[in-house]
């Protein structure tokens, strides 16, 4: 599709832009991440999504949201998308999207579950599942950058559906002040100490920070667990007010 | 965010694209007061339902109904009626 040439300052945000598929990785059996080539992209903030849209032949559009799991690299940008089984769009992005194909974006997108580097104080992530991606963007955004000390409790069903898990073990080691915790639901690691089960009060006292260190607590993931995890660290006593959640539906 | 093919609720964060057709600024950090009990909130924290028929934000607090967006091919229709007041902060 031909486009004029225009400034990217000037070109409005809220358009949909083309994208093009550069590299793909497989993240976890169902999880992909896809690197996509946006012409002049202006930047994000860690926590921030794009929404992808996708046209058929027939000229049917339908439209998803991602969040951006990696900070800015001049046009390249990076989703990871989890496949849902008999979804209509994650399976296509996953299994059959191919390098040089197009998509259109728009973004980025949202400015109230985003971490600033500048932000000084401890911070606690909680993840359910794919909720992990935009946490993930503000870890890989820290590293080098700030020193402050983030927690992230990341809840999956298995050890084989942790994504990052690789990357995670080296950043824990090599960062300076991160820290990461699995809670298993399903299955856990033999010899482990925590029986499966949805992560609880007990998770976060264990991994997380107490409230008077008055962290910025940022949870992501299925909309139970999101409500779920609030709910708990409300209860414990962290201030409503420092706690910033994005659902993503029914689990 | 991922809507991963699952069902609502979702949350405000899911508005943030259908609405920055129609916003300068951006809108999920707003506060919205709802007309119905009072409470003002970040829209980002909105129950979300949808998107078919179109997208619904209902009150975190009271679950009253603050804005509807609904796109067709041609038009944008919002309806903000369920929100008396919308704060936004403006960039220094």
Redesign the interface.
Same mark, same amino acid.
């Given at each position: 599709m031909a486009r004029a040439a225009v400034p990217g300052r000037l070109r409005a945000r809220r358009a949909w832009r083309p994208a093009v598929l550069l590299e793909r990785r497989t993240e976890s059996p169902s999880a992909r991440t896809l690197v996509l080539g946006v012409d002049a992209w202006a930047g994000h903030l860690p926590g921030q999504h794009i929404d992808v849209r996708l046209t058929a032949e027939d000229g049917y559009q339908t439209a998803r949201s991602y969040s951006l799991a990696a900070p800015a690299a001049g046009d390249r940008l990076e989703i990871t998308v989890q496949r849902a089984d008999g979804g209509e769009v994650s399976p296509f992005l996953t299994d059959e999207l191919g390098v040089g194909d197009r998509v259109e974006v728009r973004g980025p997108l949202g400015g109230w579950f985003v971490w600033r580097p500048a932000d000084p104080g401890p911070v606690l992530l909680v993840a359910g599942g794919s909720g992990v991606v935009p946490l993930m963007a503000m870890i890989r955004a820290r590293a080098g950058v700030s020193r402050a000390p983030f927690r992230l409790i990341y809840s999956v069903r298995t050890p084989d559906d942790r994504i990052y898990a690789a990357e995670l073990r080296r950043r824990a080691a090599d960062d300076g002040g991160l820290d990461v915790a699995y809670v298993y639901t399903r299955e856990a690691p033999a010899g482990g100490s925590r029986p499966p089960g949805r992560i609880g009060a007990d998770d976060l006292v264990v991994h997380g920070w107490p409230p008077d260190f008055e962290p910025a607590c940022y949870v992501c993931g299925p909309t139970p667990l999101v409500e779920a995890v609030a709910g708990l660290l409300v209860g414990w006593g962290h201030h409503p007010e420092r706690i910033r959640t994005e659902r993503f539906g029914g689990s | 965010?991922?809507? =991963?093919? =699952?069902? /609502?609720?979702?949350? /405000?964060?899911?508005l !943030? /694209?259908p609405l920055?057709?129609v916003f300068a600024l951006?809108v999920? !950090?707003a506060l919205a007061r709802c007309r119905g009990c009072g409470q003002s909130a970040?829209? !980002? =924290?909105l129950v979300v339902y949808g998107p078919e028929p179109g997208l619904v934000g209902r009150c975190p607090g009271c679950s009253d109904v603050l804005l509807r967006v609904v796109r067709t091919p041609d038009a944008v229709w919002l309806d903000l009626g369920g929100i008396s007041a919308l704060r936004f902060a403006v960039p220094t």
């Open positions: - | 965010m991922t809507q =991963t093919e =699952t069902t /609502g609720p979702y949350d /405000g964060n899911a !943030a /694209g920055s057709e951006e999920t !950090a970040p829209v !980002a =924290t």
